[in-house]
């Protein structure tokens, strides 16, 4: 039911397991809980409301860890593209 769908994982909810947004004002990710009924983890700790995250950062959804290399940042986010410094 989301965006992303990882298979073959039967730890992870049908519903939406969790939200990873790009906050542009302050270059910053965050990781959070959505309508699923698992937990999830950042970095070996449960996330119960939306967490800051980094580069490098793994997130742990049901068995599967995924790590977070963020694109957007100062030099590019999606929104405007290219900048050249």
Same mark, same amino acid.
């Not at 519903?15 to 947004?21: L, P, W």
């Given at each position: 039911d989301g965006e992303i769908v990882?298979?073959?994982?039967?730890?992870?909810s049908r519903?939406?397991?969790?939200?990873?947004?790009y906050y542009?004002?302050?270059d910053t990710y965050? /990781? +959070?809980p959505a309508?699923?009924?698992?937990i999830i983890e950042l970095n070996d700790e449960p996330v119960f409301n939306a967490t800051e995250m980094k580069s490098y950062d793994v997130i742990? /959804? +049901?068995s599967?860890?995924?790590?977070?290399?963020?694109?957007?940042?100062k030099r590019f986010n999606w929104a405007e593209g290219v900048k050249h410094e």
């Open positions: 990882i298979q073959g994982d039967n730890q992870i519903a939406k397991h969790a939200v990873i947004s542009a004002k302050r965050f /990781v +959070g309508e699923g009924r698992n742990t /959804v +049901g599967t860890k995924l790590m977070l290399i963020g694109l957007c940042g």
